[in-house]
């Protein structure tokens, strides 16, 4: 079964708006994390945010917070005040308490930002 | 900073010979993985170790073999390289769990072609 889903395989935004990448996860766990990382085109996958499942408060790093919704299984990224630098791929990822170094990958999302 | 690095970031090879990918670390993670990277299927874990000298085996790890003689080095070996081990290849490392998690920092990547 599916534990991480990603539904947008692209997605266009415009320079210095606010854009919103989903991310649906499945586990019976009450403990894990969620994390999204983003690869340019270069192919590293850079570590962007973090929740934990326990953590009340939404993530926030910078431009980037984590929409974590826990009821409905979804853990958004929100990109505010887009650059043209962000244009990549973003990878919604989260891994199990009892199994932590197990990473689920999702399919990922082409983000591409118009000028 | 979280630094990962690979030894190369490209490398052509030939069918039948024996490839080593190189990783190191300099955060002194006890954890690290290999993992692969191909259009349409994501990252797949080959291989990760959660100390000197332990591996386990991911959901890949047929045609692999790893080694971890020094905390800050995880190796990757592709025995006799084929045509289908043409991919990119993601070395990562991870701490213990803590406050920030267990994020996964990754390396580079190494494109690897075998012809």
């Known amino acids: 079964a599916q534990k991480i889903t990603q539904t947008q395989p692209g997605m266009f935004v415009q320079e210095k708006e606010a854009v919103t990448l989903d991310c649906t996860y499945d586990?019976?766990?009450?403990?894990?994390?969620l994390f999204w990382y983003k690869q340019p085109s270069s192919g590293e996958m850079i570590f962007l945010i973090y929740?934990?499942?326990?953590?009340?408060q939404n993530a926030t790093e910078g431009r980037y917070s984590l929409n974590f919704q826990k009821a409905r299984k979804s853990a958004n990224l929100v990109i505010s005040a887009s650059q043209l630098g962000d244009s990549a791929m973003y990878f919604c990822?989260?891994?199990?308490?009892?199994?932590?170094?197990?990473?689920?990958f999702g399919s990922g999302t082409k983000l591409n930002v118009k000028p | 900073d979280v630094k990962v690095t690979q030894s190369s970031r490209y490398l052509v090879k030939r069918t039948g010979e024996k490839v080593f990918l190189e990783c190191v670390q300099d955060m002194d993670h006890e954890n690290m993985f290999w993992y692969r990277q191909d259009p349409g299927l994501g990252l797949r874990l080959i291989y990760f170790s959660y100390d000197v000298k332990m591996k386990e085996k991911g959901d890949i790890p047929e045609g692999y073999s790893v080694s971890r003689e020094k905390k800050e080095r995880f190796s990757l070996i592709l025995e006799s390289a084929s045509t289908n081990q043409t991919s990119m290849y993601l070395c990562?490392?991870?701490?213990?769990?803590?406050?920030?998690?267990?994020?996964?920092?990754f390396g580079p990547g190494t494109r690897l072609t075998v012809t």
């Open positions: 990822a989260m891994s199990q308490s009892y199994n932590f170094n197990k990473f689920y």
């Open positions: 990562a490392s991870s701490s213990l769990p803590g406050l920030a998690g267990y994020v996964q920092y």
């Open positions: 929740q934990g499942s326990y953590d009340e």
């Open positions: 586990t019976s766990d009450q403990s894990y994390g």
